[in-house]
């Protein structure tokens, strides 16, 4: 069974640092992609990664994908409040019942 | 329409109640998904359609969950005689195909059981 791991799992950080969150999926795979999930509200898509080494990058956030290391980073430069959220990642093998997501990184940027 | 909508965006049930959540995808989209999100979780797959073929229906937690797409377009998700364990929010999802384009979701629809 294919198994999504994220880590971490919650993530307070300062206004204007850097940082990565991880995540690791147990089988083959060469589609990964990643959400983001304000409070009370639905998933927004935000990358959609389809090959190995694909890289993606919008405003302050880059996604990249190594499928043979069944790894996907999310790389936060210079954070704003406004980034504040939870972030999914879901791997998809490409059978119909084996896209699963990731519990999720809850992400909380301070002033 | 422009997005993925669903009705209601909330719904209270009495436990035994049967209740009946509604999605309307993109218009053309090809693909639909039910997902159950319960607080603090991730999505987790309930059922699959492609065009009104419900072609997997592996992740309905039991035979009290149902759910159709008789014309294509429009899914209903019913959910009988329904438990406290049932309180989640139900996410729909379409994509033009069923995979490397990723998902549109709606807003969801927050079942509470009491």
């Known amino acids: 069974e294919l198994k999504v791991e994220q880590n971490p799992l919650f993530l307070s950080m300062q206004e204007g640092k850097n940082y990565t969150i991880y995540c690791n999926y147990s089988?083959?795979?060469?589609?990964l992609y990643w959400y983001r999930q304000d409070p009370g509200k639905s998933l927004e898509s935000l990358f959609v990664l389809l090959s190995n080494g694909a890289v993606k990058q919008e405003g302050r956030l880059m996604a990249s994908l190594d499928t043979k290391a069944r790894l996907s980073t999310l790389h936060i430069t210079a954070a704003v409040h406004d980034l504040s959220a939870t972030y999914f990642c879901a791997v998809d093998t490409g059978t119909v019942n084996d896209m699963r997501f990731g519990a999720g990184t809850r992400l909380t940027v301070k002033p | 329409g422009a997005g993925v909508s669903q009705s209601p965006r909330y719904k209270v049930a009495k436990r035994g109640q049967d209740v009946a959540l509604r999605c309307d995808p993109i218009s053309g989209h090809v693909s639909l998904f039910w997902y159950q999100q319960a607080l603090g979780q991730g999505p987790e797959f309930l059922t699959y359609f492609q065009n009104e073929a419900q072609l997997d229906k592996s992740g309905l937690p039991s035979d009290r969950f149902f759910a159709e797409r008789p014309e294509g377009s429009v899914s209903t998700l019913k959910i009988q005689r329904t438990q406290q364990e049932d309180s989640a929010v139900y996410l729909c999802?379409?994509?033009?195909?069923?995979?490397?384009?990723?998902?549109?979701f709606g807003s969801g629809t927050r079942l509470t059981v009491v």
């Open positions: 089988t083959t795979s060469d589609r």
């Open positions: 999802a379409s994509s033009p195909a069923f995979s490397g384009y990723g998902y549109t």
